[in-house]
């Protein structure tokens, strides 16, 4: 894993300077240095330097970034690409986790299936469509989860009705992380 300065533009600035080429196109220089490509380049998993009063063990979410920040002990923290909410979607606050699941089953809602009403009204957990990916981790009383997915190529994207999509070994990696009562930060 890379190390990296953050939030400090400056430091950000140092480290994608030492990214090699393919792992620079994160969306911040994008409309700078092409014009919009079919699909944005993901910057993976790595380590990141945080500034002081992030508490270990939470969770810290940038949707404009495509980010979730899972805060270690000393000043750092694990920093995942995501798939953030679209449009009317979109939501921040404060929450927590209060739930966990391996592979769940997915109940599209109802407004999901005015959307698109081809969706199935149920898929098992374990099947390889089903959009929960292999774990999910269910924010406070809300319909919000952070889980997996079956459309790796969304990650990095403004797609989801509200939930935080992850890569499927990202979640699993951040779920043997995190428990029940795990705060949850999310911003804009």
């Not at 929450?95 to 005015?114: D, F, H, L, Q």
């Not at 509200?162 to 930060?185: E, H």
Request: some cysteine; overall charge positive.
């Amino acid at each position: 894993m890379r190390i990296l300065e953050f939030p400090a533009a400056v430091g950000l600035a140092a480290a994608l300077a030492a990214l090699p080429a393919t792992q620079v196109s994160a969306g911040l220089f994008d409309s700078i240095l092409s014009p919009a490509p079919p699909q944005p380049q993901v910057v993976g998993r790595h380590l990141v330097s945080v500034p002081p009063g992030y508490k270990p063990g939470t969770i810290f979410v940038q949707f404009g970034q495509a980010r979730l920040y899972y805060i270690l002990p000393g000043g750092r923290a694990i920093s995942y690409p995501i798939a953030a909410p679209k449009g009317d979607a979109r939501w921040s606050g404060e929450t927590y986790v209060s739930e966990k699941r391996v592979n769940p089953g997915w109940t599209p809602t109802a407004e999901m299936r005015r959307e698109n009403p081809d969706l199935p009204a149920y898929v098992p957990g374990g099947h390889p469509r089903n959009p929960l990916g292999v774990r999910a981790m269910y924010l406070g009383k809300s319909l919000y989860r952070i889980h997996g997915t079956d459309a790796p190529w969304s990650i990095g994207q403004s797609v989801s009705h509200g939930c935080i999509r992850m890569f499927n070994q990202d979640v699993a990696d951040l779920y043997q992380r995190v428990s029940i009562g795990t705060p949850v930060s999310v911003t804009w």
